[in-house]
């Protein structure tokens, strides 16, 4: 009485599962743990008990299908999926780095069109030249650290393929 008080939603899973399961011969244990009594279709501890739950027919057999195969594969297709979400964001990362790095280089460039003194043109030209191999340096940097990773992300989801 006490192990039903304690574990409810255990016995609750249990009970409905055995219609389910009730179609072929199925084997599934029970251990006691600090938790309570676990139910599961592999051995929890040393002290579990192999439980058999039995169709009015015995002859009637249900499947002997292994469905870790299937469960790995759809674990793979899941880490192919999240990579490739990663792979897209990332490359959009690096399309949006470039833009904007054009954007700021174009800008700098566009200052020298300016109507103003040739020396003050010229003082500016050195400002904006300075200015451009800054840009360049910095998102420069950004863009062959966002490729790397996705270098890395793409030879990462090679594995899964």
Request: hydrophobic content about 30%; glycine content about 4%; some cysteine.
């Amino acid at each position: 009485m006490t192990s039903r008080l304690a574990l409810p939603g255990s016995v609750l899973i249990l009970s409905a599962a055995l219609p389910i399961l009730g179609h072929a011969n199925t084997d599934y244990f029970k251990c006691q743990t600090e938790a309570g009594t676990v139910f599961s279709q592999f051995p929890c501890n040393e002290n579990a008990t192999e439980q058999k739950v039995t169709h009015s027919n015995p002859r009637h057999q249900g499947p002997k299908e292994d469905y870790g195969k299937q469960l790995t594969e759809l674990e793979k297709e899941n880490k192919r999926n999240s990579i490739n979400m990663q792979i897209r964001s990332t490359k959009h990362k690096v399309v949006m780095l470039k833009r904007e790095r054009s954007a700021k280089t174009l800008a700098e460039e566009q200052r020298l069109e300016r109507l103003m003194s040739d020396d003050e043109r010229k003082a500016l030209k050195k400002e904006v030249q300075v200015n451009i191999k800054d840009i360049e340096r910095r998102y420069s940097q950004r863009i062959k650290e966002t490729e790397q990773k996705l270098a890395r992300l793409e030879k990462f989801l090679a594995r899964f393929q």
